[in-house]
């Protein structure tokens, strides 16, 4: 069996094999797993757009088109998402810019050209071309995408730095726009020429910088919904089809000891009215239950406090004799798992004790809080700040 150090991470392509090897083994070794730069992928490779055209097409309404500016000096960056119009590009630098299309294949017939050379992909994982071009020291700064990437140079050269330590930092810097890795170390490093192409898996850390001159890069993006857009179109697409007569029923309701709770007989009739989300844990579909029979038909939320209350203000006013209210807008239930209680107001969860989640949902009136514990006194907190509770100052006497 092979090992994976036995892999290179640098091959050399020719007219017969863009990727330096047979798709096949591409797929078996690389894709979705490690990265690969092919030198020579594409030999002679000649853009199938100027520097000029991609400008004109970036100016269209409609296209997907990003300047973005880098001061070097303060590390600033100045991300322009568009429309983009000519006065746009003359007010750029000497260097440290890039403009970005995506789309570009579905504006052009030359650069959807390029896709024949991965109809070894199914075609509906691929997502578009984008096209940068970049003055010396563009770049959109160290990233990582969701999407398996083919970077392929297509004028002029590039440094690309990439990261395939799994352990790299995912965080990124809270002071761009633009969603940049605070933290990047490479642990390669590669200048591309024109016809050579890198392939990245989705995450990976990557950082390409124009160098000496101008640069294209044609990048050859996929597309892979999240488990939650699956999740979202999916539970849609069974919506509009369901009968509205199908609903949740219990005709073996035994009477209510714990008002408010979602128990576990709620719980087993929730999976018979949902037999397509048979894989939810217990602790998803009750969190998922709970925010959403809290919300359901609402006509109105309550609105948080402008102005949050500090812990010891609530604190010193139920000591003199503050009463908490319940929103009349505000709708609760609560419901205890294995391992903790949750307390579920309009949509939102909070963690909670059973006896005081009990509490809440049984009196709409509540007094002093001086016995609870900090889960206890947290919630009511939150509860008050959240505007499910509301406060009544105790009445001065005469
Ligand atoms: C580019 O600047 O052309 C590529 C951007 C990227 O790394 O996704
Ligand atoms: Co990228």
Redesign the pocket.
């Given at each position: 069996m092979k090992t994976t150090k036995q892999l290179p991470i640098e091959v050399r392509g020719s007219h017969a094999r863009p990727l330096g090897m047979s798709p096949a083994r591409f797929l078996r070794d690389y894709w979705q797993k490690r990265p690969l730069l092919i030198r020579n992928a594409f030999p002679g490779f000649q853009p199938p757009l100027q520097p000029d055209d991609l400008a004109g097409l970036a100016c269209e309404p409609g296209a997907l088109a990003r300047l973005i500016v880098h001061d070097e000096k303060h590390d600033r960056w100045q991300l322009n998402s568009g429309p983009l119009d000519e006065a746009d590009f003359a007010r750029t630098p000497d260097s440290n810019w890039?403009l970005?299309v995506q789309d570009v294949d579905k504006w052009d017939a030359d650069v959807a050209g390029l896709l024949q050379h991965f109809s070894f992909l199914p075609s509906w994982r691929v997502d578009d071309v984008?096209v940068?071009y970049?003055e010396p020291g563009g770049?959109?700064g160290a990233?990582v995408?969701q999407y398996d990437?083919f970077?392929l140079q297509g004028l002029g050269q590039?440094h690309w730095a990439i990261s395939d330590d799994p352990m790299a930092p995912k965080e990124f810097r809270r002071d761009v726009e633009l969603k940049q890795l605070a933290h990047f170390e490479p642990t390669h490093e590669w200048l591309l020429e024109p016809g050579d192409m890198l392939y990245l898996p989705p995450d990976m850390p990557?950082?390409?910088v124009a160098f000496g001159g101008p640069c294209m890069?044609f990048?050859v993006g996929m597309r892979a919904p999240s488990q939650a857009e699956l999740t979202g179109d999916l539970a849609d697409h069974i919506a509009e089809r369901l009968p509205d007569d199908l609903r949740y029923t219990d005709p073996d309701l035994k009477p209510s000891t714990a008002t408010g709770e979602i128990d576990r007989a709620a719980l087993a009739r929730l999976r018979f009215a949902l037999p397509f989300a048979a894989a939810l844990d217990d602790v998803m579909l009750r969190d998922w239950f709970g925010r959403f029979i809290t919300r359901y038909r609402n006509a109105q939320v309550p609105a948080p406090l402008e102005k949050p209350l500090a812990a010891e203000a609530l604190a010193r006013q139920l000591a003199a004799g503050a009463r908490l209210l319940r929103h009349p807008w505000s709708r609760l239930a609560w419901s205890k798992g294995k391992a903790s209680c949750t307390l579920f107001a309009s949509g939102q969860a909070y963690a909670a004790t059973p006896e005081l989640a009990q509490q809440l949902c049984e009196q709409r009136e509540l007094g002093a809080s001086g016995t609870l514990d900090e889960t206890g006194q947290s919630l009511l907190l939150a509860l008050v700040n959240d505007g499910h509770l509301l406060l009544r100052k105790a009445r001065r006497r005469r």
């Open positions: 890039t970005l984008m940068s970049a770049g959109v990233h995408d990437v970077l590039r990557h950082d390409g890069t990048s």
